[in-house]
């Protein structure tokens, strides 16, 4: 039996959603009915049209339908997110050079322009997503330092905001919000160190950040990064800590009772208990079919128990049931490589997954990841 081309890949946690809020739970819903088109722009990101975000984005810069300020910066942040979603790096850069490179100029203040946001309180036009992407991007053209030098900018720029939102009473909604940005940058820098093994950085910025946040999918983050550095006994404690967070608060969060159970299925997969691990990862898929993490792990030690037939079939059935959810490179290139233990006829198998992929997967699906 040959070996796979490349060994399949272990899931730790969801992927990091791409920093593209919500038009009806963002502080720019408001807005929405001043913007051109804007809720379909946001059914094609979800959806993964990329192509055709490009295509709808041109076509009103060219009809001059964009008439106010905010929407031109709202329009740009989608063709960027679209662009880098299609790998097209250097013309994503292309686009953001069309920005000031302040990004706290006075062209892009709401108080700018009076005429037209005459109700509007002072603050910066700019989205997130635009900020996130402006941070991200040089990453993808090779310049790692870059990079994080923006996204700590990021940071600095959210805990300000943050600081500034508490002085002015602002809702409980939008201080949520801006948690969640926070702990979506933090998550970014530390999976940038991560990929070069800097632990120490990661656990300082994490614990730093927990001490603030005591956020169960930070403290999670945390255990793993210590199961990475070789601190089994760290992670367990974190795991724990994740445990009594979610236990004590009392949630019926299926999102957090996951969590909790992918941190303990982990744990058993490190200790080669298998069985112990798929009973976990079962749990977790009862209560949600369409989590991935849980999906590909179970497939993963269905394969280490010598069970490829089953295991196989875990992978193909996800991407049955929910294809817009399970089709990801991970689980892909697993299916693929156990093709290739499992079936001497492995090519023709993977050709007919390639091709069903075609028909189905979002624009920017990596298709090489068959390795056909």
């Not at 989205?127 to 700590?152: I, M, N």
């Not at 946040?213 to 983050?221: A, C, G, R």
């Not at 989590?291 to 037939?309: E, G, H, P, Q, T």
């Amino acid at each position: 039996m040959d070996a796979p081309d490349s060994p399949p890949q272990l899931a730790t946690s969801p992927p990091i959603t791409d920093a593209v809020e919500d038009p009806h739970s963002s502080p720019y819903a408001s807005l929405n009915s001043h913007c051109h088109d804007l809720s379909t722009l946001q059914d094609l990101a979800c959806r993964g049209a990329w192509r055709t975000v490009l295509d709808k984005v041109a076509r009103s810069r060219s009809l001059s339908l964009l008439s106010h300020p905010h929407e031109h910066l709202i329009y740009l942040a989608f063709n960027v997110l679209a662009l880098v979603k299609l790998r097209r790096y250097a013309d994503a850069q292309q686009e953001l050079e069309t920005l000031d490179s302040d990004l706290e100029s006075k062209q892009y203040l709401f108080e700018s322009f009076p005429d037209h946001y005459p109700n509007r309180k002072p603050g910066s036009m700019i989205p997130f997503a635009l900020r996130w992407l402006h941070a991200h991007l040089p990453f993808t053209l090779g310049d790692r330092q870059l990079s994080l030098d923006r996204l700590y900018a990021l940071l600095h720029f959210i805990r300000d905001a943050k600081l500034s939102r508490n002085l002015d009473s602002i809702t409980e909604i939008s201080m949520n919000l801006w948690k969640k940005r926070e702990t979506f940058v933090v998550n970014s820098i530390v999976t940038h160190h991560l990929s070069l093994k800097e632990f120490k950085v990661c656990l300082y910025l994490l614990k730093a950040e927990i001490s603030k946040n005591e956020d169960p999918f930070l403290v999670s983050k945390l255990g793993y990064v210590q199961m990475q550095y070789g601190d089994l006994d760290g992670a367990k404690r974190s795991f724990e800590l994740v445990e009594k967070m979610v236990e004590g608060g009392g949630s019926g969060d299926v999102n957090l009772k996951n969590l909790m159970g992918r941190n303990k299925a982990l744990l058993y997969l490190v200790g080669k208990d298998y069985v112990s691990a798929v009973r976990e990862y079962e749990e977790c898929m009862e209560r949600d079919g369409s989590d991935v993490v849980a999906i590909n792990n179970k497939a993963l030690c269905l394969m280490y128990l010598r069970d490829l037939s089953d295991s196989i079939k875990v992978l193909e059935s996800a991407l049955e049931r929910v294809p817009t959810v399970a089709l990801n490179e991970t689980l892909v290139v697993n299916l693929c490589s156990m093709y290739e233990l499992a079936y001497v006829n492995h090519a023709d198998i993977k050709k007919t997954l390639s091709t069903w992929i075609a028909r189905v997967a979002p624009d920017d699906f990596d298709a090489s990841c068959t390795r056909i």
